[in-house]
């Protein structure tokens, strides 16, 4: 990657960059994409959990959020791909912005629409809005990780970098503590539920997405290069990889769908004849396998595709696997996967712990205003600081250092977990833990953003930086999903302790990528 201007500013040009229109852009541009991503992955567990539904349904939700992890899949096709009418009048960047704004809005919509207390069939229209809601601020992602990078030069992208962290943390505490307090207003209560607040708090939050499409209708569109690789293939050859895509997409979906009848007869089975906590095992295990057969299916379908000549082979060469190509050629085959396993473990230990974190403080007896008030408004604080003490810290000891202290204090935050669950709702001790859990994982945070900057090629930057950060939570979110069946199986305090032992591991894979990573700080430094 290209090195930012090292040339120091004033404190008048330090000021004044801050107030450059591209940085505000990107600040409000970080609050759309902050919104959907806590609106699904926060602000929905608590919603079903007040709702009365089963505290393993309410975490399977988490799942919805895989979006985040697969956008390596699609990213080729968001980067490259004319949307027709809309490109030629707003430009590449601006278009598929839009689209997938509208996209979120609307899947926002659907779910204030849906009652869950409904059962059956309207669990699972939540649960497809919450796909697409998923799948659309993905996509969002997307295209502001590429408006950014071509919309400055080198020299700007830390400037418009942590504005656009700002902003998506201001996000998140919109459609997070926002969202609590909103629905709190409305009056709606763990002992007094009431779907019409919960319907007006998502539809607050889809108006609240306007800023998003504001800023996309009012910012240039970045110039492009006549050369770039978008510029190969033609329409009709995008058409046809898109196609695929969608060929590809519903073959998993429906080996997926169709799947689920067979696997819940099955865990019905051996339930009858294996303890619980083998149980939670097994059932992990099966719904692995569901997953694999259906990933397996989907591969299945691209092979056909290919050979049937859908596509263009070398686009889709191009497109894939040349950048993995890369990376194993420049890393070696042991080391290349010893990095992979440690970008796809770093985080398990607190994403694991966050998709059951709101129902834990429902469940120890905190109010929507407490939860919102300590664990959103004062945690999202306490990230931030830990994100710059990260910064500072990285650049004094290097990052190796920093992503082995951080990995360690995460995992260790969660003990705390353990404590608080051990007594009363004190809100004291709630807010020392948020403190120490926040702080560590801005801290982890930052080193790890540097860590997965080390590896990328500026030749794949966009496809490389799109698998490894889809590969951070894929894994940890498929566990995740289970959390609720460990909590019900285990309870809270064994649950906090596998939760910290998971992190033993990470702090291994670490160690052994130590002369990697050093050796990439030496070749950039």
């Known amino acids: 990657m290209s090195r930012p201007d090292k040339k120091k500013r004033s404190w008048r040009e330090t000021v004044t960059s801050w107030l450059h229109p591209r940085a505000q852009a990107m600040l409000f541009l970080g609050v759309s994409a902050g919104i959907p991503f806590s ?19 309410v975490t399977f939700f988490s799942w919805a959020a895989l979006g985040y992890s697969f956008k390596f899949i699609w990213a080729p096709l968001v980067d490259r791909m004319p949307l027709p009418l809309l490109t030629p ?3 590449r960047r601006r278009s598929w912005l839009l689209v997938s704004q509208f996209l979120i809005i609307t899947a926002i919509i659907w779910m204030a629409l849906v009652n869950p207390v409904h059962g059956g069939n309207s669990l699972t229209s939540m649960a497809i809005a919450a796909v697409l809601l998923g799948f659309a601020a993905a996509s969002q992602d997307i295209v502001i990780d590429a408006y950014r990078i071509e919309c400055v030069d080198a020299s700007q992208q830390a400037l418009l970098s942590s504005m656009y962290i700002a902003g998506y943390r201001l996000g998140m505490l919109a459609a997070g503590a926002g969202a609590l307090f909103i629905a709190t207003f409305f009056g709606t209560s763990k002992e007094h539920y009431h779907y019409s607040a919960w319907s007006s708090t998502y539809l607050t939050m889809a108006v609240a997405m306007s800023v998003g499409v504001v800023t996309t209708l009012l910012i240039p569109e970045p110039e492009r290069k006549k050369s770039s690789a978008q510029d190969i293939y033609t329409t009709w050859q995008y058409a046809r990889f898109l196609g695929l895509f969608l060929l590809v997409a519903g073959l998993f979906a429906a080996a997926f769908f169709f799947s689920g009848s067979p696997a819940q007869a099955l865990k019905e089975n051996l339930s009858r004849h294996l303890s619980i906590s083998t149980m939670n095992l097994v059932n992990f295990g099966v719904e692995a396998c569901r997953l694999g057969g259906a990933l397996l299916v989907a591969g299945f379908g ?14 889709v060469f191009d497109t894939y696997v040349d950048p993995i190509r890369d990376f194993f050629s420049r890393y070696g085959l042991r080391t290349a996967i010893l990095l992979l396993t440690l970008i796809g473990f770093y985080k398990i230990s607190d994403i694991v712990l966050g998709v059951v974190s709101n129902i834990f403080y429902i469940d120890m007896g905190f109010s929507k205003d407490v939860i919102a008030g300590v664990t959103k408004v004062y945690g999202v604080g306490m990230t931030i600081l830990g994100g710059f003490l990260g910064g500072i810290l990285t650049l004094r000891f290097g990052v190796y250092s920093i992503l082995f202290l951080g990995a360690a ?21 709630l807010t020392l833990v948020i403190a120490f859990d926040n702080l560590s994982a801005g801290m982890a945070a930052t080193a790890f953003v540097a860590f997965l900057s080390t590896l990328t090629n500026v030749s794949f930057t966009a496809v490389q930086y799109a698998l490894f950060s889809s590969m951070m939570t894929l894994f940890p979110k498929l566990i995740g999903g289970y959390s609720g069946e460990m909590v019900n199986a285990w309870g809270y305090g064994p649950f906090f302790l596998f939760t910290a032992a998971l992190g033993i591991p990470v702090l291994v894979l670490v160690w052994l990528a ?12």
């Open 39 to 57: 609106l699904i992955f926060f602000t929905l567990s608590v919603w079903l959990t007040e709702a009365g539904i089963d505290r393993s349904t």
């Open 89 to 91: 009048r707003l430009g």
């Open 302 to 315: 691209v092979r056909a595709a290919l050979f049937a000549g859908m596509v263009d082979r070398k686009m």
């Open 409 to 429: 204090l995460s995992s260790g935050s969660n003990l705390l977990f353990m404590l608080l669950s051990r007594g009363s709702a004190d809100i004291g001790m």
């Open 514 to 525: 130590k002369d990697v990573v050093e050796l990439k700080e030496d070749r950039t430094g």
